[in-house]
């Protein structure tokens, strides 16, 4: 069976559900402030070492042969912290550009900004664009990073580019399909989240990729992002490799199907 919007259902590994790592893995990497909190130091201390997390969590993944690893870095909602932990978090985000840009491309690993990047300063927006630029071409693991993003903005800009275009007179109102929005989408390239994984113990999308999201299989863990380590992400990719991915199917029609596939 075939649906028109271009996800992995059409792949052998999907319908067959357990047993095949994911290609795509989405992260919100939650609970930075109370890591720091517990050990009565500033949040600021959290955010420090949540990012030594992200370098081992991107080397682990590229040497895993992950294709895509997206990480939640700054919703569209964070701007609603206190100014000086916003500010922060923007001067740790440019810090930590300046110093990986050159090891990601050593690496082979292909760095992608989402969101709504105009609302940055120029130096940082200049430092995104220029990281994008130098690794492009580099086909090891790609390295989403969400900055600014919210799944509700990525609709928007979708729907408005697609209106643009009907008003322009290139589409119709009928050629609005699940794969054109996809099409619009700023993940448009990259195939869907296979595993969504949130940390810090709370189990909600909070504005995440909600339209990428649909299938993907969910893990909730306790950890605090800083805690995070391989064997958690390892516990996370067992976890969802038990799982039999049915997209609609009955499990019945898997097996059938995967026996046809082997
Ligand atoms: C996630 O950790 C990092 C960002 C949102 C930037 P938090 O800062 O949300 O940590 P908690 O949830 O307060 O512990
Ligand atoms: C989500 O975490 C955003 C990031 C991890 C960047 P939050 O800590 O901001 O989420 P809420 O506010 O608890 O839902
Ligand atoms: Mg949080």
Redesign the pocket.
């Known amino acids: 069976m075939a649906t028109d919007d271009g996800n992995s259902l059409e792949s052998a590994s999907a319908l067959l559900g357990s047993n095949t790592d994911p290609r795509h893995i989405a992260i919100?990497?939650?609970?930075?402030?109370?890591?720091?909190?517990k050990r009565f130091m500033p949040?600021a201390f959290?955010?420090q070492a949540?990012v030594k997390t992200v370098r081992k969590i991107v080397e682990y993944c590229a040497k895993r042969e992950v294709e895509v690893l997206t990480l939640?870095?700054?919703?569209s909602e964070?701007w609603r912290?206190p100014e000086e932990?916003v500010s922060l978090?923007m001067g740790l985000f440019m810090a930590t550009l300046q110093r990986e840009i050159d090891k990601l491309d050593r690496n082979n690993i292909r760095l992608r900004f989402i969101g709504d990047r105009t609302a940055f300063s120029d130096k940082l927006q200049a430092k995104m664009a220029e990281g994008e630029a130098q690794t492009k071409d580099n086909t090891a693991l790609t390295l989403v990073i969400a900055a600014n993003y919210g799944g509700r903005w990525d609709m928007c800009q979708a729907f408005r580019k697609i209106a643009e275009k009907i008003a322009a007179g290139e589409l119709k109102n009928q050629d609005i399909s699940e794969q054109l929005v996809n099409q619009h989408l700023s993940t448009a390239d990259l195939p869907e989240p296979d595993l969504f994984i949130r940390t810090?113990g709370?189990q909600r999308v909070s504005n995440f990729l909600l339209w990428q999201l649909a299938y993907a299989e969910q893990y909730f863990t306790a950890t605090?992002?800083p805690d995070f380590d391989q064997s958690s992400l390892e516990e996370a990719i067992n976890s969802f490799k038990g799982r039999q991915r049915r997209f609609g199917h009955t499990g019945d029609q898997l097996l059938a199907k995967s026996i046809t596939l082997t």
């Open positions: 919100i990497m939650d609970g930075n402030g109370r890591w720091a909190q949040r959290g955010h949540g939640f870095a700054f919703s964070n912290r932990e978090l810090g709370e605090l992002w």
